[in-house]
C-alpha cells in the first residue's frame, strides 16, 4: 500500500490533549483531491509504545464520542472493516514507518488497549484536556461541510437505513 500523507484538519487542533496528544483528527493529504475518498481519520497515541494509530472515522462517530456514549476505545473498534494504519518513529532522523494492521484479538489487546485514555469517554476527561468548549458546533460543523466519509456522500450510491425505507416504503401500510 501507498504511504498515507496525514496532516492537520484546517482549524481544528487536537480533540484532547494532555502535556501530548490523546487524540485527534487528521486529513489523508490526497493528492488527486478525490472529494469521494474517505480522508478523515482519527488518531490516538500509544501510552507506553511509540506509535500512533489511526482509522477512518465519520461525523456520526464523532458525535456519539462527544455525547460520551462511547470511550476512545469504541471509536477506534467502529471501523473493524478496515485495515488500521500504524505510524512508528524510527529514532531521531524523523523517519516514520507506516504500516497497514487489520485488527485481531491480540491488536486489540496490545495495540488498542495502549491507547492514552483508552476507556475513558469525551466528558471523563478535564476541561483543559478537552481542546474544544463546544465540540459540536468547533469539530462537527466542519466536518459536516467538508468531509463526506462514507456517510451519505453524493453519488456514493449508499443510503441511510430511514432514506432506504423510504424509497422502498417499507414503512407503508399495504393499502387493501
Same mark, same amino acid.
Given at each position: 500500500?501507498?504511504?498515507?500523507k496525514?496532516?492537520?484538519?484546517?482549524?481544528?487542533?487536537?480533540?484532547? !490533549?494532555?502535556?501530548?496528544?490523546i487524540?485527534?483528527?487528521?486529513?489523508?493529504d490526497?493528492?488527486?483531491?478525490?472529494?469521494?475518498?474517505?480522508?478523515l481519520?482519527?488518531?490516538g497515541?500509544? /501510552?507506553?509504545? !511509540?506509535?500512533?494509530?489511526?482509522?477512518?472515522?465519520?461525523?456520526?462517530?464523532?458525535?456519539?464520542? *462527544?455525547?460520551?456514549?462511547?470511550?476512545?476505545?469504541?471509536? *477506534?473498534?467502529?471501523?473493524?472493516?478496515?485495515? =488500521?494504519v500504524?505510524?512508528?518513529?524510527?529514532?531521531?532522523?524523523?523517519?516514520?514507518?507506516q504500516?497497514y494492521?487489520f485488527?485481531?484479538?491480540?491488536?486489540? /489487546?496490545?495495540?488498542? &488497549?495502549?491507547?492514552?485514555?483508552?476507556?475513558?469517554? =469525551?466528558?471523563?476527561?478535564c476541561? !483543559?484536556?478537552?481542546?474544544? $468548549?463546544d465540540p459540536?458546533?468547533?469539530?462537527l460543523?466542519?466536518?459536516?461541510? *467538508? =468531509? =463526506?466519509? &462514507?456517510?451519505?456522500?453524493?453519488?456514493s450510491?449508499?443510503?441511510?437505513?430511514?432514506?432506504?425505507?423510504?424509497?422502498?416504503?417499507?414503512?407503508? $401500510?399495504p393499502?387493501?
Amino acid at each position: 500500500m501507498e504511504k498515507i500523507k496525514f496532516q492537520e484538519v484546517g482549524g481544528i487542533k487536537d480533540i484532547l !490533549n494532555a502535556e501530548g496528544t490523546i487524540l485527534a483528527l487528521r486529513e489523508n493529504d490526497d493528492p488527486e483531491g478525490d472529494a469521494q475518498k474517505e480522508r478523515l481519520y482519527i488518531m490516538g497515541e500509544c /501510552d507506553k509504545k !511509540n506509535l500512533k494509530v489511526f482509522t477512518k472515522v465519520n461525523n456520526k462517530a464523532l458525535e456519539l464520542f *462527544f455525547q460520551g456514549r462511547i470511550s476512545i476505545k469504541e471509536l *477506534f473498534l467502529l471501523r473493524l472493516d478496515e485495515p =488500521y494504519v500504524i505510524e512508528e518513529s524510527l529514532g531521531g532522523n524523523a523517519e516514520i514507518k507506516q504500516s497497514y494492521v487489520f485488527a485481531d484479538q491480540i491488536f486489540l /489487546d496490545e495495540i488498542l &488497549g495502549d491507547l492514552r485514555g483508552v476507556n475513558q469517554h =469525551y466528558y471523563s476527561f478535564c476541561k !483543559n484536556t478537552r481542546q474544544h $468548549k463546544d465540540p459540536f458546533k468547533e469539530v462537527l460543523q466542519i466536518i459536516d461541510l *467538508f =468531509y =463526506y466519509n &462514507g456517510v451519505n456522500g453524493p453519488d456514493s450510491g449508499v443510503l441511510l437505513g430511514k432514506q432506504w425505507l423510504s424509497e422502498n416504503k417499507i414503512n407503508e $401500510k399495504p393499502t387493501v
